[in-house]
């Protein structure tokens, strides 16, 4: 659970999390406001958008054993950053033996259809194979993971620890 501190004037959380959201000791600290905390319960692109938010999404989702949709969603955005050919090539071979095909690791839940599209189109890929999945994914993600994170003691916690902080320093 996050300690409250307080800096400049503006109360903040910190967390001990890298930039994908793991907690490990050696990391630096991130700083989150009650505003922003806040804001994220306006859409999932606004909490996809937020450093902070992203990496705390993805924490519980960790901690639900649930993180296979935003680790693909995440890996589609970098996937489609890829400039070279061959590179593309690899890298869509991995992504469809870790995400697509059935009975792997972190397989997504996705229509047969798209799902044997996808298989097809990773022998020649482009930087949009995956765009119908992604789409999929941030439709699951937006009606039962993001919904379920609002609602979830995890979430609930943060914005009471970060109001506490707030009234603290205001006080």
């Not at 930039?19 to 804001?39: K, V």
């Amino acid at each position: 659970m996050p300690s409250p501190g307080v800096g400049g004037g503006h109360t903040q959380t910190f967390f001990n999390m890298d930039q994908h959201g793991d907690d490990r000791r050696h990391n630096r600290n991130i700083r989150l406001s009650l505003e922003d905390t806040q804001q994220w319960s306006q859409s999932l692109e606004r909490l996809l958008e937020s450093k902070y938010g992203l990496a705390t999404f993805r924490t519980f989702l960790k901690s639900e054993f649930s993180d296979e949709n935003i680790e693909f969603w995440l890996t589609c955005e970098d996937y489609k950053k890829i400039k070279t050919s061959s590179r593309m090539s690899t890298r869509a071979k991995k992504i469809y033996e870790q995400f697509i095909k059935a009975e792997s690791p972190k397989e997504i839940n996705i229509d047969h259809h798209t799902r044997e599209q996808i298989k097809t189109s990773v022998m020649t890929p482009t930087v949009c194979c995956f765009d119908d999945a992604q789409k999929i994914v941030y439709g699951l993600m937006e009606r039962d993971s993001y919904p379920r994170f609002l609602r979830s003691d995890f979430y609930r916690a943060l914005l009471e620890n970060l109001a506490a902080a707030d009234a603290a320093a205001k006080g």
